[in-house]
């Protein structure tokens, strides 16, 4: 039987990963299994070990493609803003972002558990949080609170992203998770 193509490889390792967005979303990691994922994905077990190795690596991947997606999502709706609201702007995006869809179970709820507190930090540092700093300098902040800053209002739109999600279709709930959001962002622009 012929080998497939670079292809073809690589368009069965997006079904999976695709499908194991979908499985870990709806099921948590606990209770998505690799046979159902395979199964889901119309692949063999053996396809989604070759491409991932482990149930732990797929996940990781997982998490990896939910922050860059949210990453984007601020970067475009950052995209034309200027230095007075990209802050805003991109941290209304973060949180519309992460608590949508499969996001906010992946990355908040089960990322930290699964990937560890110091991989789940790298993911968000390299992704959603880069994009904060950005907001933040451009905002003027100060080199020496840069990091705290941005340490700070990650931990805090975490949180508040947490609550959200534990309130889904609650309009009232997203108008007051923003409202709390501006009052943050209020706070860090009046101090610059």
């Known amino acids: 039987m012929p080998r497939a193509s670079a292809a073809d490889a690589a368009a069965t390792a997006h079904r999976i990963l695709q499908t194991a967005t979908e ?3 709806a099921h948590g990691y606990a ?7 395979a199964r889901a994905a119309e692949v063999t077990r053996g396809a989604v070990y070759h491409h991932f190795t482990s149930k732990p690596l797929l996940f990781a991947a997982v998490a990896a493609q939910l922050q860059t997606a949210v990453a984007e999502t601020i970067e475009t709706a950052t995209r034309h803003s200027s ?3 990209a ?12 608590t949508h ?3 906010a179970r992946v990355l908040l709820v089960d990322g930290p558990a699964v990937l560890g507190w110091e991989q789940w930090r790298k993911l968000d540092t390299e992704g959603p949080e880069q994009e904060l700093r950005t907001g933040l300098r451009e ?10 800053l941005a340490t700070a209002l990650s931990g805090a739109m975490n949180e508040l992203a947490l609550w959200l999600a534990a309130r889904p279709g609650d309009a009232a709930a997203r108008r007051h998770a923003h409202g709390a959001l501006d009052r943050l962002l209020d706070a ?3 101090r610059g």
């Open 87 to 98: 802050l805003r702007d991109g941290s209304h995006a973060f949180l519309d972002a992460i």
């Open 83 to 85: 230095p007075e609201t």
């Open 101 to 103: 869809g499969a996001s």
């Open 31 to 37: 209770d998505a299994s690799v046979d159902d994922i």
């Open 188 to 190: 860090i622009a009046a």
């Open 23 to 25: 499985h870990f979303a």
């Open 139 to 148: 905002a003027g902040i100060p080199a020496a609170l840069l990091d705290p």
